[in-house]
C-alpha cells in the first residue's frame, strides 16, 4: 500500500488534523477528522454499523485531487 498524504488543515490549532491521505494501491481517500457524535445529525443519515462518519472543514476539498487537477501526488 502506498499512502500519501495529501494535506493538513493549515488552521487547525493542533496542526495535526484533520488529514487527507490517498490510498493509491486501493485507488481510496482516507480523511482523518472530528467523529462526528451528534445524535441529531447522525440520525438524519444511513449509517451501516461497520462505518463512521467524520467531520472536515470545507477548505479541506482543496487537497482531493479532483478538485486540484493532479492525478500523480507529489507528496
Known sequence: MA????GKDPESPSGGSPTIYLDDAKNTYLVQGLKVEDQGRLSKMDIPGHET?????????QFF???KGDENPDV
Open 53 to 61: 462518519v467524520v467531520e472536515i472543514p470545507r477548505r479541506m476539498v
Open 3 to 6: 499512502l500519501h498524504k495529501l
Open 65 to 67: 485531487l479532483e478538485v
